[in-house]
């Protein structure tokens, strides 16, 4: 009897032993901050459900089609100035032609931006930003992180929002509230437009932080290389997510 037992604890001992091997070498080396970044996120998803989403379904239900619409293109126009400086410190001097010639366009003949007269005239837009530039001079992108209110990023991407922040007029403005307000607005009129597309990747998504973190790292991936990446990192991301 005492035999049969110590049979059974020695078989659980190797089975406990067997599921803690799986569960370290299946281990996401992305994301060495899971436990961190699962708890940042559920802070952010729950700010937002009871904040963020409110807040912009209210402004979807006041703002007409054409305001809104209006109001994306005016931010959008001002972005359009980091994304040119961004073409210009990755030598994309071609590209950062027709970027800084679509701020121009939007700004004199779209009424300060609010009309978006460039696509009218086919200046395609482009998605440069300081973190893409930090990438293509070769700093890798680091640990996944989930930072509180600003959602995914890694060590990079924190260096990509300091000098977005830098490249952002908005920011110089002598009026603390007016840069503010602005800022405000801006968000609520981002958060609003992706309103569709957050449930629909909710409905997809089983893991919901897994989803998230994947279409962070993923994307991150493919700007920097300008939709090229390289195939032994598509295996690397590939072998990464059969191992969460």
């Given amino acids: 009897m005492h035999k049969n037992r110590s049979i059974r604890q020695l078989a659980n001992f190797i089975l406990l032993a067997m599921m803690t091997g799986c569960a370290t070498s299946t281990r996401d080396a992305r994301d060495p901050l899971e436990n961190w970044n699962r708890d940042v996120q559920l802070f952010n998803d729950n700010l937002d459900e009871y904040v963020g989403k409110p807040i912009a379904n209210g402004y979807q239900w ?3 089609s054409f305001a809104d619409r209006g109001v994306t293109n005016f931010f959008s126009n001002i972005n359009d100035i980091g994304v040119t400086i961004n073409d210009l410190l990755q030598f994309k001097l071609s590209q950062a032609g027709m970027d800084g010639s679509r701020f121009i366009v939007n700004t004199v003949a779209g009424i300060g931006g609010f009309i978006d007269v460039a696509e009218m005239i086919d200046l395609p837009k482009h ?3 300081f973190d893409q530039t930090l990438g293509v001079w070769g700093l890798p992108t680091g640990p996944y992180l989930v930072l509180p209110l600003f959602g995914p990023s890694s060590p990079r991407g924190i260096g990509g929002l300091i000098g977005d ?3 952002n007029p908005v920011n110089y403005l002598d009026s603390g509230i007016i840069t503010g307000s602005l800022s405000a607005v801006n968000w609520t009129d981002f958060r609003a437009d992706n309103l569709g597309t957050e449930k629909a990747a909710d409905e ?6 897994e989803f998230f973190k994947n279409a962070y790292l993923q994307r991150r991936n493919y700007l920097v ?3 090229n990446v390289p195939e032994e990192e598509k295996d690397e991301l590939e072998l990464d997510e059969n191992n969460p």
């Fill in 62 to 64: 006041i703002m007409p």
């Fill in 127 to 129: 998605e440069e930003d």
């Fill in 165 to 167: 922040a830098a490249m």
């Fill in 204 to 209: 997809a998504a089983l893991d919901r932080y």
């Fill in 225 to 227: 290389h300008d939709g």
